[in-house]
C-alpha cells in the first residue's frame, strides 16, 4: 500500500540545522519530492531526489535516502526566519497515479 | 507564464448554495487535479484528471463533481455546499499522471 509518514511539527533555532523527516512503504517508488508552503500559499517543488540515489545536495539543502528502511530526510543547514513554513514530502510511485503526500511538518523557526 | 492560476481567492457561501472554482494552467501540462487542505489533515485529493477527456475520484470525493473543460481548465463544483466543505482547495497540473505537481495559490473557501 501507498502512505506517507511525517512528524506533524519541528522546532529549531535561528541559524541551526533543520532535519524533517519522513517514511513511506512503497518499495517501488521512483522518485521522491520535497515541497515547501509558505503561510496563505500553494505549494513549492523545493527539492526531489531519485530512487536510485544516496544523497543530493543543493546549496543549504541536502536530501537523505534510506532505500532500505524507506527513509527520507530533508536537512536545511543554517535555518533561517524565512524557513518557517509547512514542509509536505511525496513519492512518485510506478504506473500513472497520483503522487502520495504525507500530512506535512510544520518548521517553525525561533530568532 | 502565470503557472496554476484558480479563482476565486476567497469565498463565503451559505448551506446549501452552489459554486464553481475555476482552476487553468498555461504548462501545457497533460493532468489536473483537486486537493483540499485541512488542519492536521494535510492534502487530499478530491479528483483527477490524467488527460484531456478523463476524470478519476481521489480520496475525498463525495459532495463535488469536476469538469476537464479543455486541456487548460479543470473546474470543480460544489452543487449544495455543507460546513464540512469548509476548507482551503488547492487545484495542481503535472505532464504527467505520476509527475511531479506544480500548484496553484489555493481558494479559501467557508460555508455558514
Known amino acids: 500500500g501507498e502512505d506517507v509518514e511525517q512528524s506533524l511539527f519541528l522546532s529549531v533555532r535561528e541559524g541551526d540545522s533543520s532535519v524533517i523527516n519522513c517514511t513511506y512503504t512503497?518499495?517501488?517508488?521512483?522518485?521522491l519530492y520535497w515541497y515547501k508552503q509558505e503561510p496563505g500559499a500553494g505549494l513549492q517543488l523545493l527539492t526531489y531526489?531519485?530512487?536510485?540515489?544516496d544523497m543530493k545536495q543543493d546549496q543549504r539543502l541536502t536530501v537523505l535516502l534510506n532505500k532500505k528502511d524507506k527513509h527520507l530526510s530533508l536537512r536545511i543547514a543554517d535555518t533561517q526566519t524565512g524557513d518557517s513554513a509547512i514542509y509536505f514530502c511525496?513519492?512518485?510511485?510506478?504506473?500513472?497515479?497520483?503522487?502520495?503526500f504525507g500530512k506535512g511538518t510544520r518548521l517553525s523557526v525561533i530568532a | 507564464n502565470a503557472g496554476v492560476t484558480q479563482t476565486p481567492k476567497f469565498q463565503v457561501l451559505k448551506t446549501g448554495q452552489s459554486m464553481t472554482l475555476q482552476c487553468a494552467q498555461d504548462?501545457?501540462?497533460?493532468?489536473m487535479y483537486w486537493y483540499r487542505q485541512d488542519p492536521g489533515m494535510g492534502l487530499r485529493l478530491i479528483y483527477y484528471s490524467a488527460s484531456e477527456g478523463t476524470t478519476d475520484k481521489g480520496e475525498v470525493p463525495n459532495g463535488y463533481n469536476v469538469s476537464r473543460l479543455n486541456k487548460r481548465e479543470f473546474s470543480l463544483r460544489l452543487e449544495s455546499a455543507a460546513p464540512s466543505q469548509t476548507s482551503v482547495y488547492f487545484c495542481?497540473?503535472?505532464?504527467?499522471?505520476?509527475?511531479?505537481?506544480?500548484f496553484g495559490p489555493g481558494t479559501r473557501l467557508t460555508v455558514l
Open positions: 512503497d518499495s517501488s517508488s521512483t522518485y
Open positions: 531526489i531519485f530512487s536510485n540515489m
Open positions: 504548462m501545457n501540462h497533460n493532468s
Open positions: 511525496a513519492e512518485r510511485v510506478a504506473g500513472n497515479t497520483p503522487l502520495v
Open positions: 495542481a497540473s503535472s505532464a504527467g499522471a505520476g509527475a511531479v505537481q506544480f
